[in-house]
Each structure stands twice: as structure tokens, then as C-alpha cells.
């Protein structure tokens, strides 16, 4: 196994764990305390471990406490999505401006598409 295949692997074992916990755990959302604000959850990883099944499956579990981000990405939109929700498609150009920016947080080639 290459590198990338070992990190693959431990990222589909760990979201296999996350997703067992998910299933077990049936508790509410705690109430936030006084001087407690809405912290971020960043969930990222290789392209397709499963980082949408996660999110969705925490949205459906917590609906009024998970809320996507869209990313930015220059491929064509597939069937089904819509920009702005799924994510946000721009031209090539659009991305490189933003990239020199500095208003992207993680970027990633795949594909000839950003």
C-alpha cells in the first residue's frame, strides 16, 4: 500500500467509528452555557471519504445545530445540485482570484477542476 491508500484506509476506518458513535449516541444537544457561543466544526478529508454522508447524517441528527458551508469549485454542476447550496461554481479565473485573495481556507486540484 501507498501512502495515500494508508491514509485513505485509516480516514474510512475513523468515519466508521464516528458514524457508529453517531448511531449509538441519542442524547440532545446539550443547551449552550452562558458565555458559550456556536463553535465551527470543520470536517475535512480526502475526495470522497464520506465528508458529505457525515454532514448530512449530523443535519438530519441536530437540524437546528449543522449547517453546511458551501465550497467553491470550477467543475460543471451535476444534476440534482444547486449553486449556492451544494456549492458555489465558479470559472477557473473566479477561483484563481480568489485563491490569490487569500479567501479560500483549503483548495485542492482534482480533475483539471478546482
Not at 464516528?18 to 440532545?28: G, K, S, Y
Not at 467543475?75 to 473566479?94: A, L, N
Request: glycine content about 4%; cysteine-free.
Amino acid at each position: 500500500m501507498n501512502k495515500i491508500e494508508i491514509m485513505e484506509e485509516k480516514m474510512t476506518r475513523m468515519l466508521s467509528q464516528l458514524m457508529a458513535v453517531l448511531t449509538v449516541v441519542d442524547e440532545p444537544v446539550p443547551k449552550p452555557k452562558k458565555n458559550d457561543s456556536d463553535k465551527p466544526l470543520m470536517i475535512i478529508g480526502p475526495i470522497a471519504v464520506g465528508k458529505d454522508t457525515m454532514i448530512n447524517r449530523l443535519k438530519r441528527k441536530y437540524p437546528n445545530k449543522i449547517n453546511k458551508l458551501p465550497s467553491y469549485t470550477t467543475r460543471p454542476i451535476r444534476s440534482g445540485e444547486k449553486d449556492g447550496v451544494d456549492y458555489y461554481f465558479v470559472t477557473k479565473e473566479e477561483f484563481i482570484r480568489l485563491k490569490n485573495k487569500g479567501e479560500l481556507f483549503e483548495i485542492q486540484e482534482y480533475n483539471n477542476n478546482w
